[in-house]
């Protein structure tokens, strides 16, 4: 199958499950998973091998640099020491435990390769459980507990794997030497990313338009990679440093029209990533079962279960014992200090948050086929399969119970976030008040010009409601909005069938009718 025909599938693969996901009310990467692992059993397909480089420089930028871009850094620095906890040490701690489980169950499998399994398991997948709890308005500091640990936890597993990659390559495993390629990885890749952001800072004040600043985005996010493993260190360290970086600019001097494309871009683009690394595994799998024999599958799915539980009892230890450390050092250092841990409902949330997903995929098929001496991987296809059943079971069974356990414990359905927002658009609307206010004084704008800004933003304080969004699209103004741009749609496109306008003009206008509409739209 060639490079074409592969894009092929992965789109209209995504676009099917996309629509059975959302006709059956089911997260899409529990769609996602369940249509690769379908396809796996769809007879005579045929093998599809990618270069394993080339595919994490294709899908982890598009994955991680938009975490990083869109962080909250208010709220992350609030909790910094439980995500801290969770997306660096929680990842070392189920590397490491994973590994003792891979010892314990085969003891001839090197020690080396024993930490690579771990690493590649180690990485929750955030994003999954966010999407879910997103839609039900959950708590929002466990939101941002996740989201940080999405930020970081990712690359601190792939610096352990790519460190614990080379060692199997080699052939020879120091515990010493692993350490410190950790942390030089680490920090090479840091330096690199933000030289990478700030160099795209300085282009970016040089020149002006959406499609140039979205198009600066992508080269800062895969040109901080690819600098970054060019020159031996962590390209994903290197895409989260510049995320990180260009977050900042991002949400402090970029205008309107670029934050309206960006964010749907790279949706967009981390849609199709993810698509295209589950259907390639759901291509992979049958060839991976053939080469291994169907008599064995059973020790591979015992292997596989050890693995889903260890990380499951890792994950609810370490949170547990990590929020009484937490207090407690808090306590030490600061004697007056008021903690507020997570409570018991937080933790349970957090805890069965743990999905595995597209990293951990990705991982796994990036593994080189030969070792440095030309001899075979070992367990190259095991892994492959292993690591495949347990991304399987962590999505599948937390994404079909997360939201009814969020709600059963009740934080679903926050009312705080609902008073934020009252306040937050009851602020702006104050603010754009004196703002019209002051400009009708200086006699700048007409009365009826600040009426209706005015009014404008007074309806959208009806959003702020649980059920305002109805309200909201019911106001004569948006009615007027939608009707407006329904008629002059229908007639632009009128005109161009008849050949009285050319397809420039019908772009042109199309353009500005959409963006009228979409200030009715919610």
């Known amino acids: 199958m060639d490079a074409l025909h592969v894009v092929v599938v992965v789109l209209a693969a995504s676009v099917l499950l996309a629509g059975v996901a959302q006709r059956l009310g089911v997260p899409y990467s529990v769609a996602l998973v369940l249509g690769g692992a379908a396809l796996a059993l769809v007879p ?3 093998a599809i091998r990618i270069d394993g480089e080339l595919l994490l420089a294709l899908v982890l930028p598009a994955t991680i640099f938009p975490a990083a871009l869109f962080a909250s850094w208010h709220a ?19 590397a490491l435990a994973v590994a003792l489980v891979v010892r314990w169950i085969d003891p001839a ?28 308005g959950v708590r929002d500091r466990i939101r941002t507990i996740l989201e940080g640990e999405s930020l970081v936890n990712d690359p601190a597993a792939l610096v352990l794997y790519q460190v614990a990659l080379a060692a199997v390559v080699a052939g020879s495993f120091v515990p010493g030497a692993v350490a410190a390629g950790f942390a030089l990885d680490a920090l090479g890749g840091i330096a690199i990313g933000v030289a990478v952001a700030l160099a795209a800072s300085l282009v970016q004040a040089q020149v002006a338009g959406t499609l140039v600043a979205v198009t600066l985005s992508v080269l800062v996010a895969y040109a901080s990679y690819l600098v970054a493993e060019a020159l031996g260190v962590s390209g994903i360290i290197a895409t989260v440093a510049a995320g990180i970086v260009r977050g900042r600019w991002w949400t402090e001097r970029s205008g309107s029209d670029v934050r309206l494309v960006d964010g749907p871009f790279w949706e967009v683009l ?20 053939e080469r291994l024999g169907r008599a064995g599958l059973g020790d591979y ?9 260890v990380i499951g ?15 407690a050092y808090l306590r030490t250092t600061d004697p007056g200090f008021v903690d507020t841990p997570l409570d018991v409902a937080g933790i349970v949330v957090v805890g069965w948050s743990g999905m595995r997903g597209i990293v951990s995929v990705a991982a796994a098929l990036a593994l080189p086929p030969t070792l440095a001496s030309g001899a075979p991987f070992p367990g190259r296809d095991a892994i492959i399969l292993v690591v495949s059943v347990v991304v399987f079971v962590t999505i599948v069974i937390p994404g079909l119970t997360l939201a009814p356990l969020a709600r059963a414990l009740g934080v ?14 009851d602020a702006i609307r104050g603010a754009v008040e004196n703002a019209l206010a002051g400009l009708e004084a200086q006699g700048r704008i007409t009365r009826e010009a600040s009426q209706a800004v005015a009014t404008l933003y007074r309806e959208s304080t009806l959003l702020a409601d649980p059920e305002g969004t109805a309200k909201w699209r019911a106001t004569p103004r948006n009615v007027a909005l939608r009707a407006a741009a329904e008629a002059a749609h229908a007639e632009l496109l009128e005109l161009y069938t008849q050949g009285r306008i050319g397809s420039t003009v019908m772009r042109e206008l199309g353009r500005e009718i959409d963006v009228e509409a979409s200030r009715a739209q919610r």
């Open 270 to 289: 981390s849609f199709v990533a993810s698509s295209f690394v589950f259907v390639l595994i759901g291509l992979e799998l049958p060839g991976l079962v």
């Open 301 to 309: 799915a015992f292997f596989a279960a050890a693995v889903v539980a």
């Open 313 to 327: 009892v890792v994950r609810f230890g370490w949170i547990v014992l990590g929020r009484a450390a937490r207090r």
């Open 76 to 94: 992350l620095r609030a909790n910094l020491l439980t995500i801290s906890s969770l997306s660096v040490g929680l990842v070392l701690a189920t």
């Open 412 to 425: 679903a359905n926050d009312p705080s976030i609902g008073a934020e927002r009252k306040l937050a658009r």
């Open 44 to 46: 005579d397909l045929p």
């Open 109 to 136: 499998i090197p020690w080396a390769l024993a930490v690579l399994i771990g690493a590649i398991v180690a990485p929750p997948d955030a994003s999954a459980a966010l999407g879910i709890l997103g839609r039900i």
